[in-house]
């Protein structure tokens, strides 16, 4: 039984009278009315699914009642009805809201097959609601900023980071090289009160320690040599935002001091200068160095660290949470979709299976970058293992791309020899996908040899 409601409005009793009928057989519930006036006042006590509207009514004709009861039509599809038809009336409709159009005199097809229409466009938009809510659930459980995951560890730490980012307070990112240190502390910004504002990323390992005070702090005209003019600096960059310092343990001792000194005043320097300036800043660091081992050291100040460690965030490696491999894979494809204009669909189980048991040296660095250079040379749509570096395959690999110090210890040519042979089979076989009689041929040696020195070698093929 269908339990949609139906209102027929036209000034023709026979009309009204055949419709009723026509679509009260097809299970519809139906109320009529006589004119736009007398449709306005129902429509404002009860909500339709369906409208017939004719045109031409004394009193308030169909276009007057679309007019009138707009702000009561927002879940309802209204077709209008005329026997005189004409392009321009059916676009005023539309302009108006109207679902549809049809002129009379029509058959009674023509209404159940509207209807039949009307109801489809109904059911897709409601599945397209539901899909879009369904996503942003997926999206808002699972991401961060640019950051994607679902382990349980990273789920902990993106509530920690949306709690964070709603105060000024400092905050110290810390975990291994690629772990997505400065993509957590742009998240953190853009969901601050200060998003408007920059986020200024400075890598203090990256530029040199004398020069490194100038670009943080600016420097007056005449402080040194060059120095033919005011500089603001990076801090003055980002008044008002954020300045992020990447790998704050490779802070010079010196400038220790001054950075203490904007997170107790609120003041910098500038190179030169002789007074003080308020700058309005917030500060968040990052280190893939243990702190408390560089204040041991002597190469990194307590106090600082106690500064800077205000709010901890720590990001485990990507081997402590293998859970995340597949929908980091699936992100980065789409990126690299989009990119690179390809249509990458999937990727195939033994590929996805050389991916979770992969330790990840790199993290999700090198994670992305994996996905990268495969959706560049697969020829298909779906991801094969040939398509990824051999080191999915042996890991060992790594240490050989260092270099031979990296895959030797000793001096003996025996032991080198065997280890050299081992590590080129496993290159040859991850080349081929473990077909051995390919690798042989590679290794130009022959398949009942190759056999052997596999077996000798205890290599798993």
Same mark, same amino acid.
């Given at each position: /039984?269908?339990?949609?409601?139906?209102?027929?409005?036209?000034? =023709?009793?026979?009309?009204?009278?055949? /419709?009723?009928?026509?679509l009260?057989?097809?299970?519809?519930i139906?109320d009529?009315?006589?004119?736009?006036?007398?449709?306005?006042?129902?429509?404002?006590?009860?909500r339709?699914?369906?409208?017939?509207?004719?045109?031409?009514?004394?009193?308030?004709?169909?276009?007057?009642?679309?007019?009138?009861?707009?702000?009561y039509?927002?879940q309802?599809?209204?077709?209008?009805m005329s026997?005189?038809?004409?392009?321009?009336?059916?676009?005023?409709?539309?302009?108006?809201?109207?679902?549809?159009?049809?002129?009379?005199?029509?058959?009674?097809?023509?209404i159940?097959?509207t209807?039949?229409?009307?109801?489809?466009?109904?059911?897709?938009?409601?599945?397209?609601?539901?899909? *879009?809510?369904?996503i942003?659930?997926?999206e808002?459980?699972?991401?961060f900023?640019? /950051?994607?995951?679902?382990s349980?560890?990273?789920?902990? !730490?993106? *509530?920690?980071?949306?709690k964070?980012?709603?105060?000024?307070?400092?905050?110290?990112?810390?975990?291994?090289s690629?772990?997505?240190k400065?993509?957590?502390?742009?998240?953190?910004?853009?969901?601050?009160? &200060?998003?408007k504002?920059?986020?200024?990323?400075?890598?203090?390992?990256?530029?040199?320690?004398?020069?490194?005070?100038?670009?943080?702090?600016?420097?007056?005209?005449?402080?040194?040599?060059g120095?033919d003019?005011?500089?603001?600096?990076?801090?003055?960059?980002?008044?008002?935002?954020t300045?992020?310092?990447?790998?704050?343990?490779? !802070? @010079?001792?010196?400038?220790?001091?001054?950075?203490?000194?904007?997170?107790?005043?609120?003041?910098?320097?500038?190179?030169?200068?002789?007074?003080?300036?308020?700058?309005d800043?917030?500060?968040?660091?990052?280190?893939?160095?243990?702190? =408390?081992?560089?204040? *041991?050291?002597g190469?990194?100040?307590?106090?600082?660290?106690?500064?800077?460690n205000?709010?901890?965030?720590?990001?485990? @490696?990507?081997?402590?949470?293998?859970?995340?491999?597949?929908?980091?894979?699936?992100?980065? /494809?789409? &990126?690299?979709?989009?990119?690179l204009?390809?249509?990458?669909?999937?990727?195939?189980?033994a590929?996805?299976?050389?991916?979770?048991?992969?330790?990840?040296?790199?993290?999700?660095?090198?994670?992305?970058?994996?996905?990268? &250079?495969?959706?560049?040379?697969?020829?298909?749509?779906?991801?094969? @293992?040939?398509?990824? @570096?051999?080191v999915?395959?042996?890991p060992d690999?790594?240490?050989?791309?260092?270099?031979? =110090?990296?895959?030797?210890?000793g001096?003996?040519?025996?032991?080198?020899?065997? *280890?050299?042979?081992?590590?080129?089979?496993?290159?040859?076989?991850?080349?081929?996908?473990?077909?051995?009689?390919?690798?042989?041929?590679?290794l130009?040696?022959?398949?009942?040899?190759?056999?052997?020195?596999i077996?000798?070698?205890e290599i798993?093929?």
């Open positions: /039984m269908n339990q949609s409601r139906v209102l027929i409005v036209d000034d =023709e009793t026979n009309m009204r009278h055949m /419709m009723s009928a026509l009260n057989d097809a299970g519809y139906v009529e009315a006589a004119d736009g006036q007398e449709a306005l006042q129902k429509v404002k006590e009860v339709y699914n369906y409208i017939f509207c004719d045109i031409k009514m004394p009193k308030m004709d169909g276009m007057a009642f679309m007019k009138a009861a707009g702000a039509l927002d309802t599809d209204v077709v209008m026997a005189y038809g004409s392009i321009d009336i059916a676009i005023e409709a539309m302009k108006l809201g109207a679902y549809d159009y049809i002129s009379k005199p029509f058959k009674p097809d023509e159940l097959l209807l039949k229409k009307a109801q489809e466009r109904e059911l897709l938009k409601a599945e397209n609601v539901e899909l *879009k809510q369904r942003e659930e997926i808002g459980s699972h991401s900023g640019n /950051m994607v995951a679902k349980k560890a990273m789920q902990d !730490l993106f *509530k920690l980071a949306v964070v980012a709603q105060y000024d307070t400092t905050v110290l990112v810390t975990g291994e690629g772990t997505g400065e993509l957590i502390a742009k998240g953190i910004h853009y969901q601050s009160k &200060r998003s504002k920059q986020i200024v990323p400075v890598n203090c390992a990256g530029i040199p320690h004398n020069l490194l005070e100038s670009e943080l702090f600016g420097y007056k005209k005449g402080a040194f040599t120095a003019r005011d500089y603001g600096g990076l801090f003055d960059a980002a008044a008002g935002g300045v992020f310092l990447d790998e704050i343990g490779d !802070l @010079p001792l010196s400038l220790q001091v001054k950075l203490l000194r904007v997170l107790q005043e609120n003041e910098i320097r500038p190179v030169g200068a002789v007074e003080s300036r308020i700058v800043v917030r500060i968040i660091a990052a280190t893939s160095k243990s702190l =408390e081992d560089e204040i *041991k050291k190469n990194f100040r307590d106090d600082l660290f106690y500064r800077l205000v709010m901890s965030i720590h990001l485990p @490696p990507l081997h402590d949470r293998s859970e995340d491999v597949p929908l980091l894979c699936r992100f980065f /494809m789409d &990126r690299y979709n989009r990119k204009g390809k249509t990458i669909h999937s990727i195939s189980s590929a996805m299976s050389l991916l979770l048991d992969y330790q990840w040296p790199g993290n999700v660095r090198e994670l992305e970058n994996m996905i990268e &250079r495969a959706v560049v040379l697969a020829e298909k749509d779906v991801l094969e @293992p040939e398509h990824f @570096p051999a999915l395959l042996n690999m790594h240490r050989e791309e260092e270099g031979f =110090e990296g895959v030797f210890s001096y003996s040519l025996k032991s080198g020899k065997k *280890k050299l042979e081992s590590a080129l089979i496993r290159k040859a076989l991850a080349k081929t996908g473990g077909n051995r009689t390919r690798a042989a041929r590679l130009e040696i022959s398949h009942p040899s190759l056999l052997s020195k077996k000798d070698y798993d093929a």
